[in-house]
């Protein structure tokens, strides 16, 4: 199976062939490199999705921060923060991180679970294509993750009313964050094409 794919240097249209692990293809006029296969690119990508969920379950379920003032500790979860942001009068700011922190994460690895599994077995999924270009959407909004990383910093240093004891949830978000960052990594989204063309 053969697929088609522009020159990011001169835009020539040129067509690939499969290729195995680690082989790179060239641009025939100048060159370029137009696409090197990852090698054991599904399994990896399923490992670090797998590694990723578990680390969001503890995001969600462990102690986000503890406020400390005089003998007096309150502990907070990810979805006890939103709820307050929101009855605080904040509910932009309670959704976005609603979405950055809890929603895309998730989408993200429900949908590369969903198009990968059945992939490594040899079938394609009902919908594999939308679902796949879906999770490449949500991608592009990996950098508001930090962002909102930074924000979360920003507070805990603001916060001078109370002692603020960064909880393990917050640990696992940032171990999160880097799951889904190597998962993108090892993602061949070209062999994945290739492979869904083929499939259905
Ligand atoms: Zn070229």
Redesign the pocket.
């Known amino acids: 199976m053969s697929s088609r794919i522009a020159?990011h240097?001169?835009d020539?249209l040129q067509i690939i062939p499969a290729l195995p692990e680690k082989a790179s293809a060239r641009?025939v006029?100048?060159g370029?490199v137009l696409y090197r296969r990852k090698p054991n690119s599904i399994n990896r990508t399923l490992a670090w999705t797998f590694t990723g969920l578990i680390f969001f379950v503890l995001a969600n379920c462990l102690p986000f921060l503890a406020m400390k003032s005089g003998g007096f500790v309150q502990e907070t979860k990810l979805v006890t923060g939103i709820i307050q942001l929101f009855k605080q009068g904040l509910p932009g700011v309670s959704a976005l991180v609603m979405l950055t922190c809890v929603i895309f994460p998730l989408l993200d690895m429900a949908g590369t679970l969903y198009v990968l599994l059945p992939l490594k077995l040899n079938r394609a999924p009902r919908g594999a294509p939308r679902v796949f270009r879906l999770i490449q959407h949500i991608r592009l909004w990996g950098m508001v993750e930090i962002f909102m990383l930074g924000i979360l910093v920003a507070l805990v240093k603001l916060a001078k009313m109370a002692e603020i004891i960064p909880g393990l949830a917050l640990y696992s978000f940032i171990a999160l964050m880097f799951a889904i960052a190597a998962a993108a990594n090892n993602l061949d989204s070209h062999l994945i094409w290739e492979k869904l063309g083929r499939k259905i």
């Open positions: 020159c240097e001169c020539l641009c006029r100048c370029a």
